[in-house]
Structure formats: structure tokens, C-alpha cells
């Protein structure tokens, strides 16, 4: 399976995937990623997905990416949702392993997720790095782990209060972002998604503003240039990932660098995330 970057589509979108920003004109089109987390059973999980492929029209799902990222207990059951009704949505891993096979009792490798029909798989999320103590090294491998199924990553990074009380969370940022892209090539590279994550912001209610997001994301995009040349990041997408609710992800949006959200307990609301959706670039 390829990975779903800019250049391949979510089911039944195919005309719409490289489809421009009608306000930005960057060429990224926007990507509206629901985290789950640890939440919604199987049956739980259809009915949502339901609500949203209905509320959603045509036109603003070909503008708009949408994805839901599902505890790994559901994707059989949104899988064959997506495929049997031909549903205009992608889905994806909360996490896998970096090895591809083998004793590793409790783990999800990405070919199992590809399998699955998994378009992306987070890594790297800052609940993972807290609770389960994943460094960058680890990230890094993850996200190989992804390319080698065919699965792009939606890598995350981000600081703690403490750090941007500091004043020092650019320079975490950026250095957490080249330690989780080790040894990811710019071919590779040029199909990643990046979700910057102000932690101090997750669950809390609490949200950067619209400018912090700016120049974070700006500066997560200064760093991929450095990286792997200004053609590349310009074409990477960032998104915001810091309690985005409908209320605030339309100013979030009109951002230069904000590419869209990865929404995490709005995305539980069926009525919410369409409303985040339709905040995105107009249909």
C-alpha cells in the first residue's frame, strides 16, 4: 500500500487529494485527524463514523482530508464500514511497533495495521513519550517501521508548560522534531505529517492562540527545510494539535502554517468534529 501523503487518496476521493486551499494557496490540503485515544468500543465506533460520513457533503470532504484514528479494537469494524459503503473518509493506527513481526506480545506492527487498510499511524504522541517514556530514537524508528508498511506517519511533537515557561520550547521543539526524523529520507519526508502538540494544552481546555500555533508551526516548517530543502517542507503538512474545538479552529486554520488539526476529544463528538471540518478551506 503507498502511503496516503499528498500524492494518494482517501477512498473515493481522488480528484480531490492535491486539491489547493481556496484561501492559502499552498497546495496542502488540509487534514482534519480524530485521536480517540483509549475510547469507544467497536459498535460505538460505527455509529460515530456514521454520524460523520452523513453530515458531511461531498464537496467538503474533497476540500477537507478527514481522518479518524480509532483504538486498534475498532479498525476491523470502521474498516468495513469505509469499504462496504464506500464512505470518503481515511483511517489509521494510534501506534505500532517498530519491529514488523515477531514475540512482541501486546504490539500492533504496521504491516498488521496495512492489512487493515491503515492509511496513517500516529507516533510519537505526547501521551506515548509521557507514559510509556518513548524518546526520539524510538520515534524515529516507528516512523521507519510506518514507511516500510506503506503507512505514512502523523509524527507529533511538543513541550510541557514547564519548558515554554522557560522559554526555551522553539528549541525543544525543533530538536525533538530531528531526533523523531532520523534517518528518514526527504522521499519519505516529503509524505509525513507533522502534528505539533502544545502538551500544557491537551485535555486541559486551555489552547495556544492562533499566533502561538503560527509560529510554532512555522518554525517546525524552518526546521524540515533544514533538513530536507525549502521544497520539501513546503509541502508537508502541519497541523495543530492542542484541545481544537469548532469554536477556535477556523481562526487556527487561516494560519499560513496550519494545515489542520489533530483532534482528540472533540473528535468523540460527532456534531464537533463536522464543525472543526467546516472551518477548514470552503467547499
Known sequence: M???GRGRSVRGTEKGKNRVSKDKGTGRRTLVAGN??????H????????????DLKPAELETVEVVVIPPFTDLRSVQTLVDGDKLALGYGGQDLS???????????????LAKLGCSYVVVGHSE???????????????????YAAGITPILCVGEVEEIRAAGTHVEHVLGQLA???????????????IAY?????IGTGRTASAQDAQDMCAAVR?????????????????LYGGSVKAANAGELFTMPDVDGGLVGGASLVAEEFVGIVRSGPPA
Not at 531526533?179 to 505529517?193: C, K, M, N, R, Y
Not at 524552518?222 to 502541519?238: K, S
Open 179 to 193: 531526533g523523531s526524523l532520523a534517518g528518514i529520507t526527504a522521499e519519505q519526508a516529503a509524505t509525513i505529517v
Open 128 to 146: 506515548r513519550r509521557a507514559d510509556h517514556h518513548e524518546d526520539d530514537a524510538q520515534v524515529a524508528a516507528k516512523a521507519k517501521a510506518a
Open 222 to 238: 524552518g526546521q524540515l527545510a533544514r533538513l530536507y530543502g525549502d521544497e520539501v517542507a513546503a509541502g508537508i503538512r502541519v
Open 36 to 41: 480517540w485515544k483509549m475510547n469507544l468500543n
Open 43 to 54: 459498535l460505538e465506533a460505527i455509529a460515530l463514523v456514521q454520524k460523520i460520513a452523513f
Open 98 to 112: 517498530p519491529h514488523g513481526s515477531g514475540a512482541h506480545t501486546g504490539d500492533i506492527s504496521g504491516p498488521l
Open 2 to 4: 503507498a502511503p496516503l
Open 197 to 201: 502538540e502544545p502538551v500544557w494544552a
